[in-house]
């Protein structure tokens, strides 16, 4: 099968075509045909030997976990042969998504609904389950809050304005104003352009803050979050200063990391089949073209997600 491999971190260039054996699935494992990867910054973050690098011992490494496609063999009760799949496979660890053949863990994939696309689905793993942990796993989120979301038009950015719209809350978000159509047509019921203006000066009374961005963005967030409030961080550390700011205003701050998990990817289906999410794919590669794919990734100007196709 093609694959693509990195036997040593640094640049994109680094990305190397092979061809490999397909891979030999164990009990409770699934193989999937490949038919679309989503790629996030994180791809890239390992790629350098930062991100989920530490967690994976085998060489070559093949990158990515975002995957969707069909089961060609299952050793599960829980998929057949023919089934189409969609999820998070194995982070934080070796994903091997970057081929055409990928065994998966059945515990970490779910049924792609039927009305939308592999690359959706494909879209629609890392960075919607960031969200979805995020707000019902490390913060609930309820109905008639006020959250603010850090870079809402960026990958986790903008599955979460859908997600926090779902659970009844008051969506803030920031973007340029090239993106304030785009952020407002995802649900959100106010648009920060942050070029324009600093967010802490026309925003107050948060429950909650879901940063992608820096942590100087993260310390700025909380002057916004009311007493007893909550700051997520998902790109950035928590500093010192973060953390004495955020204990004088008795703020709860986190920085947490996603994990594959079969039934928050259920919950994910359950939304994308009954229209109250939609994955916003801004640019497809072929598998051949994986390093402009990351070249383009490491902008920080994406708009929702990057899809490639085997």
């Known amino acids: 099968m093609k694959a693509i491999i990195l036997n040593e971190f640094g640049p994109a260039s680094h990305l190397r075509f092979a061809d490999l054996p397909v891979p030999q699935i164990n009990d409770e494992e699934v193989l999937v045909k490949i038919n679309a990867i989503g790629i996030n910054p994180v791809d890239v973050k390992t790629r350098q030997g930062k991100g989920a690098a530490g967690a994976i011992t085998e060489s070559p490494i093949i990158l990515g976990w975002d995957i969707s496609g069909e089961v060609t063999e299952s050793q599960s009760s829980r998929f057949k042969k023919g089934d189409e799949v969609f999820g998070m496979v194995n982070f934080p660890g070796h994903g091997k998504a970057y081929a055409e053949y990928v065994a998966a863990p059945a515990g970490h994939i779910t049924l792609k609904p039927g009305n939308i696309s592999h690359d959706e689905a494909a879209a629609a793993c890392l960075a919607a389950l960031t969200a979805w942990q995020s707000m019902t796993e490390h913060f609930q989120v309820k109905k008639n809050q006020r959250v603010l979301i850090q870079a809402g038009a960026g990958g986790v950015g903008h599955y979460a304005i859908q997600i926090a719209k779902h659970f009844g809350a008051y969506v803030i978000a920031t973007s340029s104003e090239k993106n304030k159509k785009f952020i407002l047509s995802l649900g959100a019921d106010e648009h920060i352009d942050y070029k324009a203006v600093s967010f802490e000066d026309v925003v107050s009374d948060i429950d909650f803050v879901l940063n992608a961005l820096s942590s100087d963005i993260a310390e700025r967030s909380l002057s916004v979050i009311k007493q007893g409030g909550t700051l997520i961080n998902i790109a950035s550390s928590t500093t ?71």
């Open 240 to 310: 010192d200063a973060i953390q004495e700011k955020s204990q004088m205003k008795g703020i709860k701050v986190l920085h947490t990391m996603v994990k594959s998990n079969g039934k928050d990817m259920e919950q994910l289906a359950d939304l994308l089949e009954n229209n109250k999410m939609r994955s916003h794919i801004s640019e497809v590669f072929a598998l051949e073209d994986i390093q402009k794919a990351h070249n383009s990734i490491e902008t920080g100007r994406t708009v929702g997600k990057i899809v490639v196709k085997p």
